[in-house]
């Protein structure tokens, strides 16, 4: 059973919904309402949420630049309009997240962005539209963004609408409840609980087949989700561990419970059929990662609230829906 509690309001249609709460004003982009957007030109990273930051590698000082962009290709637009368009968040610590100290966008994703815009335009020009797991696919389809960076799990079902490189970071679901629960441990754990979850995300058909009999609740945002979990609306959260690591840090009542229980692959989204661009990102990403570049994008990311070495990222290619 799925349901929207009401209380909390679900996003209009055609309004996106964001993962996080906004930490700073951004101008607006038309898109069957107002998107959010923020130009970024920024080639250092700050510990995400930390205003003013810290010093970080300049990443983009010694990215690759493409050799070679066929004429009329994709890229070739991209690198005349010197911008590259990411539909993506600006709310998202570690992820892709605007500092409101330094306004840059900082985190995983957004570092990622830079690094394929200086491969494409020589320079890591970027502009983020705002996007939301109800929007991703429009906005790619009809040219809103050139590539989406924002946790996208890549399923099968995604890959009949858009186009995946990658993967290029490996995630998995993991419940959180609220601090001091000890009824929760496990999947399992969920059988007959009322579980929230974002609406129209992986851990809907994950929290099925773990837990039938749970009853799922829904949001259209993850401080919506959070917030239902301190309300007690529901008595677990199943979400995505790169953006539940974040929220845990920050609000000590939140409490993640166990390791990942689910394998969800990112790609980076692309335009459907567009087989060339798809390629030419593949290759980008094979280059950032035997240069030592991805290890050092996750170190100034997810690696400044995990602990140890860089993991290995996923073979590119790998994932159901991204060969």
Known sequence: ??????????????????RRTAVAAVAALSFAGLAACSSDDSSSSAVPGAPGGGDKEDLTASAPVAANIPAG???????????????????????????????????LDADFGRLLAKYII?????????????????????????????????????????????????????????????????????????????????????????????????????????????QGRGQAYVQDEAVLLASAKQDPTIQIQGKPFTS????????????QMKQFVNDWLKSIETSGLWAKVWKNSIGTVVQGEAPQPPAIGSAPGSE
């Open 1 to 18: 059973m799925v349901r929207t509690l009401p209380g909390l309001r679900r996003p209009a249609p055609g309004r996106p919904a964001l």
């Open 73 to 107: 290709s994709t890229m070739d637009k991209i690198k005349k309009r010197g911008q590259l368009i990411v539909g993506g968040s600006l709310d998202a610590p570690l992820l892709s997240q605007q500092n409101p100290g330094t306004k840059k966008v900082e985190g």
């Open 122 to 230: 020589g320079k890591p020009e970027v502009k983020i539209v705002n996007s939301a797991s109800e929007t991703r696919e429009a906005l790619l389809s009809n040219g809103t963004v050139d590539v989406v960076f924002q946790t996208y799990s890549i399923t099968p079902e995604r890959a009949k609408q858009v186009a995946f490189a990658g993967p290029y970071y490996s995630s998995g679901l993991v419940i959180a409840t609220k601090k001091g629960e000890t009824g929760i441990l496990k999947p399992e754990d969920l059988k007959g609980k009322t579980v929230i979850a974002g609406a129209n995300t992986p851990a809907i058909p994950a929290i099925k087949k773990a837990a039938p009999d749970a009853k799922i609740v829904t949001f259209g945002s993850d401080p919506e989700c959070v917030q239902a979990l301190k």
């Open 264 to 275: 969800d692959p990112y790609g980076i989204g692309l335009k459907h059929g567009d087989t």
